[in-house]
C-alpha cells in the first residue's frame, strides 16, 4: 500500500486478509479495532505522491529558532526541537485533543529529559525570535519544513494474546496461532510506509521497548531525532488523556530511547 492510508482502507484489506486465512470476522475485527489514527509529519521529499503539490503548505519544521510570547524562561542551551502549525494540520483525524490553531512549540534537551518544554502558542500571539545559545547542540542545523501526512497505527507488541476473541479462537491450536499471527503481519505490512518513521502526532506510540500505552499514558507527538541531529534515538512526548485534553503541556513526560 503506497498510497495515503486510511483506517478505513486498512479496516478491508485485514478483512480481506482475514477471509483469506479463513479467520472467523470477529477475530479479525477485534484486531482492526486495536488500529489508532495519527498523522505523519514528513519532509517534502518523503511524502507519497499524490501530496506533492506545488501549493503543498508545511504543518510544522524542525530546528532553527523557536518564536515564543516574550517572557518565556527556557534555558538557551536547550534546543528547539520542533514546531507544529496547529492551523495546517487535516482537521478530524486523531483521536486525541489537540490544539485547532496556533502552534506548538517543543525545546527538548536528549541528555537531560527535565530541560525539555511543550508550549501553544494561541494564535494571535505576540511573539518574539529565541536565537540559538552557544552550547545549543542544533545551532548549527538548518530548519527543515515538515508537511502532514494522515495515517494509522497499531499498537508495538500486537500478538495473539492481546486479543480475548483470538486467544479463544486459538484454544492452544498451534495452528489456529498460526493463522493469527499471519493476520498480524498482514495489518503489520499494510501500516509500513516510507513516511511512517518520520515526526508522530497521535495514535500509538513507536517505542521500540515496552508500549508507553501500558502505564496509562497516551502519545502526543515522537520526534526521531535523525530528522533533526542524526542521532540514533527518538524522542516521545507522552501524558495521561486528561493532560493531553486539558493541554497541561508542563505536566507532560518526556521519554527519549536510544
Do not use: K
Not at 532553527?64 to 520542533?82: Q, R
Not at 515522537?222 to 507522552?238: A, K, Q, Y
Amino acid at each position: 500500500m503506497t498510497a495515503i492510508i486510511t483506517q478505513e482502507a486498512v479496516r478491508e484489506a485485514a478483512l480481506d486478509a482475514g477471509r483469506a486465512l479463513g479467520l472467523p470476522g470477529p477475530v479479525t475485527e477485534a484486531y482492526v479495532r486495536l488500529l489508532r489514527p495519527c498523522l505523519h509529519l514528513c519532509p517534502y521529499e518523503v511524502l507519497p505522491e499524490e501530496l506533492r503539490r506545488e501549493d503543498a503548505r508545511p504543518a510544522g519544521r524542525v530546528a532553527g529558532s523557536a518564536w515564543l510570547p516574550e517572557g518565556v524562561d527556557v534555558p538557551s542551551y536547550v534546543p528547539h526541537v520542533l514546531t507544529v502549525d496547529c492551523a495546517a494540520l487535516p482537521t478530524g483525524v486523531l483521536d486525541i485533543a489537540f490544539p485547532a490553531d496556533g502552534h506548538l512549540v517543543v525545546l527538548a534537551d536528549i541528555t537531560d529529559q527535565d530541560d525539555s518544554y511543550v508550549f501553544h502558542v494561541p494564535a494571535g500571539t505576540e511573539t518574539v525570535e529565541r536565537h540559538p545559545g552557544e552550547e545549543d547542540t542544533l545551532a548549527s542545523v538548518d530548519p527543515v519544513p515538515l508537511y502532514a501526512v494522515p495515517g494509522v497505527t497499531a499498537l508495538r507488541g500486537l500478538s495473539l494474546s492481546r486479543v480475548p476473541e483470538a486467544v479463544a479462537y486459538a484454544g492452544g491450536d498451534a495452528e489456529r496461532a498460526q493463522l493469527v499471527a499471519g493476520l498480524i503481519r498482514r495489518i503489520e505490512s499494510l501500516l509500513s510506509v516510507r513516511w511512517g518513521h518520520e515526526v508522530q502526532l497521535g495514535g500509538w506510540s513507536p517505542a521500540w521497548h515496552d508500549p508507553l500505552e501500558d502505564d496509562g499514558d497516551v502519545l502526543l507527538l515522537s520526534i526521531p531525532e535523525s530528522l533533526v541531529s542524526g542521532d540514533d534515538c527518538i524522542t516521545h512526548v507522552t501524558g495521561t488523556p486528561e493532560e493531553i485534553a486539558e493541554c497541561r503541556y508542563d505536566e507532560l513526560a518526556f521519554l527519549v530511547e536510544t
